[in-house]
């Protein structure tokens, strides 16, 4: 059964600290993406991924930075964490071409206190 | 500004009639759309698609209708059953080229025994 597997379920960090949520797919896709999903705004694209080492911003970058250093590996980073970046965090990943739709990650709740 | 809007926040069914999720998109150059369904705690999972050659697209108890026209679709659950409470995304995405899918706020079914 493929997969898209992120590292945590559940992470409690505190204001400034450095957060890293890893994600790894097992699809040999080439085209992964971090979504963070809160109440009433729906699903808000962060950063995606083409290819291994290339990224490009979402809609909401901001505090945010990503690695791709292998394809099966996308993270994302939280530079200083801040409490406005408490959410639920999802990975997706695709095929590359016309028509392939996402699989996603379980998620991960981040709360930062 | 919103490109995909899902202006139901919340819909409330009876077991067994039917439930129809509406979605409406701005960007004229979507043409392909999906379904996603998600339960608390999980990430989503694809549930159907329809391009824009197609105004009907079957699978099983789901049907999406697609009013290019109006830049409307809507997904059609018969019959509504409890298991099918969840949250519903709408996403939609251009064919050529390799564009994120851009998702709804989602619209929150509850079906009632």
């Known amino acids: 059964d493929v997969k898209v597997t992120q590292s945590s379920r559940y992470l409690v960090k505190r204001t400034g600290e450095k957060v890293f949520l890893e994600c790894v797919q097992d699809?040999?896709?080439?085209?992964m993406f971090w979504y963070r999903q809160d109440p009433g705004l729906g699903l808000r694209l962060i950063y995606f991924?083409?290819?291994?080492?290339?990224?490009e911003k979402g809609d909401i970058p901001e505090g945010y930075s990503v690695s791709r250093e292998k394809k099966e590996r996308f993270s994302l980073i939280l530079e200083s964490a801040s409490t406005n970046q408490t959410s639920m965090y999802l990975c997706?990943?695709?095929?590359?071409?016309?028509?392939?739709?996402?699989?996603f990650g379980s998620g991960t709740r981040l709360t930062v206190v | 500004d919103q490109q995909v809007k899902q202006n139901s926040p919340s819909l409330s069914v009876q077991e067994g009639r039917i439930s129809i999720l509406n979605c409406d998109y701005t960007?004229?150059?979507?043409?392909?759309f999906l379904w996603y369904k998600k339960y608390p705690a999980e990430g989503p999972t694809f549930l159907i698609s329809?391009?824009?050659?197609?105004d009907k697209n079957e699978d099983g108890r789901f049907t999406v209708f697609l009013n290019k026209s109006a830049k409307h679709l809507s997904l059609h659950i018969v019959p509504s059953q409890p298991g099918d409470s969840a949250v519903y995304f709408c996403?939609?995405?251009?064919?050529?080229?390799?564009?994120?899918?851009?998702f709804g706020k989602g619209t929150r079914l509850s079906v009632i025994a």
């Open positions: 329809i391009s824009s050659i197609k």
């Open positions: 997706a990943s695709s095929l590359s071409g016309i028509g392939y739709g996402y699989t």
């Open positions: 991924s083409y290819d291994v080492k290339m990224k």
């Open positions: 996403a939609a995405s251009q064919y050529s080229g390799n564009t994120p899918l851009v």
């Open positions: 960007n004229s150059m979507f043409d392909y």
């Open positions: 699809m040999d896709h080439e085209n």
